[in-house]
């Protein structure tokens, strides 16, 4: 066995894994954070540049010592160990001096993470009377944002493969859209499990905790589509909850805003309209209803994923009483992953219903009507 | 027995023995058992017995060898110290287990309680919750209304009842050292009957609490906190209690000498040790 | 310094037991060891194959082999018998081995109790197995897809699965603080005369230091996941907001166990470190007395900055910054110890046997995971890292290296002394550049998954991310497979092979090496004479 092949093989070995290092430090090669795109999210930005640099040194430092040692101090190059190197003053006083090293870097570190800390911490809500509050609600397994001040809430669902080929698991049907240059509070809660609400462009993570609310701010500088995805293992699709911000100027914002309230406006007329809804209306509706709200548990097939979400073709409760299904809808089912849906309109909960009664083989031929679903909340 | 630091005796090391896989065999057993019977699963009551039943005879089995060991002058000085460490060891792992349950107490009292109720750093949850006046006792902002336990009543008569039961140990363990026998038994049975009241006195306690107070492990985090703390250490003080009474029929067949009497000691401080957790419950669980 | 005398119980004479016996009724550390041993090489196969899994599912995107459940299933059992069944073990089985051998003494102090630590093990693997099987039965509830972490509210909503792996938990503890407890009175009670507390091998110390971890870690676990059990099924609210409770109290009870845990898995590692490199330097350990100091406040600040696990949880500004200037001052200890390792190779006459070129090995890697764990110490940039596939890949870096290498050193360095035979070198060699190059390849491109976005336990993932995945997969199951190598050599190496002299390495100090490979079934039962 030649130990000179050996280290040779090593020293390449090494060699490759610092250069490999050294490309990870590169922004350019598209490994590394994507361009931030608001003040704070350069800090950190700067701040883990700031850091890695600081490691690379101190690694390229001690693997040279390492490389040399290794190297030249070998016993098949006839070096004889010096046995008094432990016992030489600079043993006795190494104790003291790698610590005070190690020490002042660290407080180097420290230091500059602590601007940005500050920073990043202090919302700036008493100062501002502009700022825009956006309440990120965390569910199993999609978003919603309410912006309480406009009364608008968008809920956020991923695509599935087929309808966004490239983007997919990075893109969804309602986008979280944002102004440019205002400062913007977020206040994270969840409904069920915890989430996390990841943007890496905005970089400001925080935790979603049932019961609990945190916040977060962020001023954006740039428009742009900036896409991240929930970093908190939440259960089965903790994989399908993308978060997508459409930061967009003030003016589009604000036109973006009315559009919102116009169509809230017409969902709400359409269904307190004493209009009589045909089953064929009221399938359609369902259809659509279903695939986004039921559809990631329950399967679009109706199929379920067994044992955490029962199959609906062919179940006892879409194919049983509509009073006892209308409940399970209504309450949910303590203990168990099905929440209740009472905070959907009578009209959907109708089509959702007889959709569910008459997909799949479920030929109960039910339909269901707002009323009905009136009565029984 | 020879007794010197160095001692002529060789370190005693015990013959292979089932006892340890019997061990493990009854707790893997209660654990299963238990596993199941939570979830409704028929046989899971009946492993969980069968694992008690084999715990107990393990118990038996192993400490009767330890005991026959013990009475043959097996151990010297040196083991008679890794005992003594062993125990003292096992009683700090014990602590901790039961700084974990305070530290979820003041947790939950004094850093998310204020949140809830809008102080502190998560204020803003309060929005969730606008009716909710953060006050301890609390069962939360969703919690049933109930009575807390207050700290005058039975809890003042217990911290008596367990401080005296200290004494009366530390009585026994005199008795013990000048070789006075009848000091040693009478004190052990005073013991034995405060641990013995103690625990029943919890139960009349707890009865108050379900019937009269409502206040139930559902109530929130006060009952949750509550009668986790009260029950663990309950518990011990059963266990206690029950190692105390082992503790007398040794006493009362002599198996203790005025320098031999590692297993009373252990028990001894582990009824110590009992003693200033309930204290610490006292303070922190009922009086403040 | 008197010799011992025997009395009539004639102890000495009885050597192993036969059959089955011989291992369920053990008092003896060298078999009890051995035990432990066996035991984590098959739990490193068994947490391995899930890794496989995983990163077979992690090839593409898209669902190929695993439901999401199931992915996140095997994730959580990987972690779990990963760190309690194979490293933890492999360390106590060396603490078993080597530290009666080391100190002097005739075995650990309560060889009964010794037995029971170890036997608790297979019932905990058993439990852990069930929990991981019982979903498939009809009733048995949904799986464990909470990861390694357990957090509530999502661990509240698993079936009856979760049950399973808190008992386990509790198993688990059991042996860990009754192991911990017999080593401590091992190490204070038991030792030679003449074999002083500052004085004994640093492998010793990193075990002592590291089993007062256990003692005071582990009951939290306990007391946490005993929580966590109340809540499922008893109505409490320790987790549960509309009680008053907080999940995060869940959080902060794990990581106050979990990250003194990571030191667990990492310094009997670096004790065995401090054997090797001494060894193959052929020069004393450079700074003794500073390296046990470094691992005593390696502990000690270990204790204290379990939060920066949590930083996104909505902490105070004053708490995050607590948090993330003690985990920075965490470098201090370990950098020193650190640079004694070096300092030790220093103008020393290295000779590279297996052993040796892993501590190399772990020095460089190690080094490197640790820079990333500062990295992710600092908390503003963790507000990107967090739970990103960054995470993985530095903990990996930290725990294959730091700790799992070592234990791979720690038994080609110790092989010979326990079988009595030479392993095959050139097929060690063999084993470790694949080992260490699959190693690399496999999780050096997560960190840039993780830069760029990809959060870890995602069953898939975006197109954007599939390379370095693909890279990654094939890699591991290269890596995977170098295991089977390591299986082949230490089978060989038990069967026969060249024999093994009493001191097997040139360099080699200490009492261990003072008795016969193998050593005897009673190891000192005469203490050894310490002339010096
Ligand atoms: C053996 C295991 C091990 C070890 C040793 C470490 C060591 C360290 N770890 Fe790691 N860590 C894990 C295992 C380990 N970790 C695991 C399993 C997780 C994930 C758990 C989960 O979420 O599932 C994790 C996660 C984790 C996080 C949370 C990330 C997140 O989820 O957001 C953080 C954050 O601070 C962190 C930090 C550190 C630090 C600062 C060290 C330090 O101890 C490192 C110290 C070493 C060095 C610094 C290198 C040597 C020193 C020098 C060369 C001196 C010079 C250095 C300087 C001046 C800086 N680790
Ligand atoms: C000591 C601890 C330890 C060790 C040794 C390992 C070893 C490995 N780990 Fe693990 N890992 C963790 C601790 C550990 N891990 C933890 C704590 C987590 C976090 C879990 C969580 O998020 O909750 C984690 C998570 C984790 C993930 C992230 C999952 C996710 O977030 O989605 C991945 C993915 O690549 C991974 C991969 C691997 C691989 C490839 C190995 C390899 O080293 C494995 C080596 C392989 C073998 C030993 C196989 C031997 C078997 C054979 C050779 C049989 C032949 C079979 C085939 C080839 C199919 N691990
Ligand atoms: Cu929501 Cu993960
Ligand atoms: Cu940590």
Known sequence: MSFKKIQGTAATFIFMLLSVWAGGAAAEMGVNFPEPAAEVARDIYNVHMLTMKIGTIIMVILFAFLLYSLYFHRKSRGYGADQTFHETWFARWAWVLVPTLVLSVDLTIANTAEKTLERIWNVPKDKDKNMLDVKVIGHQWWWEFQYPAQGITVESRFVPKEKTDDLYLRDVDHQLVLPTGRNIRFLHTSMDVNHIFWVPELAVKKDAIAGYVTETWVNLDREGVFRGQCAELCGTWHSRMPIVVASVSPEKFDVWVNEQKQIKLAAAAEATASKDWTKEELLDKGHGLYDTKCGACHQVTGMGL?????????????????????????NGRPGTAMVSWSMLNDLEIAAIVTYERNAWGNNTGDVVKPADVKSAR | MNTSAHGQQAYYIPDPSPWPVIAMLSIFSIMVGTALAINGVGIGRWVMVAGFLLLITMFYGWFGTVISESLSDCYNAQVDRTFRQAMAWFISSEVFFFLCFFGALFYLRNIAMPWLGGEGYLAATHDLYNQFVAQWPSAGPKGEAFTPMGAWGIPAINTLILLSSGVTVTVAHWGLKEGNRQKL????VATVTLGLLFVVLQAVEYRHAYHELNLTLK?????????????FHGFHVTLGSIMLIAILGRAIRGHFSPHNHFAFEAVAWYWHFVDVVWLGLFIFVYWM | MSTATLDGHAHENHGPGHGLKRWLYSTNHKDIGTMYLIFALVMLFLGGASAMLMRAELFMPGLQLLEPDLYNNLVTNHALVMVFGAVMPAAAGLANWMIPLMIGAPDMALPRLNNMSFWMLPAAAVMLVLSFIVPFFPGGGTQINTGWTLYPPLSVQVGMSMDFLIFTVHLLGISSILAAINIIVTIFNMRAPGVKLVGMPVFVWAWLVTAFLLILIMPVLAGGVTML?????????FFN????????????????FGHPEVYVLLLPSFGVLASVIPTFSRKPLFGYPSTIGAMIALGSIGMVVWAHHQYTIGMSLGAVTYFMVGTILISIPVGLMVFNFIATMWRGAMTFETPMLFAVGILFMFIFGGLTGVMLAVVPADM?????????????????????FGLFAAVFYWLPKWTGHMYDEKLAKIFFWTNVISFNVTFFPQHFLGLAGMPRRVVDYSPIFTDFNMLSSIASF???????????????????????????????????????SPPPFHSWTTPPQLAR
């Open chain 1, 306 to 330: 067994p044992p955490a979400f029962p199959a609906l073709k062919g179940s006892k409760i879409a194919t049983g009483l509509v009073t006892d299904h209308l409940k399970v809808v209504l």
């Open chain 3, 229 to 237: 059990l109340f809540d499922r099924h008893f109505g409490t609210s």
């Open chain 2, 185 to 188: 038994i009478w004190g052990l």
């Open chain 3, 478 to 516: 290269v890596f995977g497979l170098s295991h089977l190598l390591l299986l082949y050599i230490i089978i060989k190496t038990i069967r026969g092979g060249q024999p093994a002299s009493a001191k097997v390495w040139e360099g080699a100090k200490g009492l261990e090496w003072e008795l016969p």
């Open chain 3, 241 to 256: 907001a509309a009680g008053g409770g907080d999940p995060v109290l869940f959080q902060h009870l794990f990581w106050f």
């Open chain 2, 219 to 231: 109530s929130g985090v006060y009952g949750s906190t509550f009668f986790m703390l009260t029950g």
């Open chain 3, 384 to 404: 990107q890292y967090h739970h990103s596939m960054f995470v993985v890949a530095h903990f990996h870096y930290v725990l294959m290296p730091g700790a799992v």
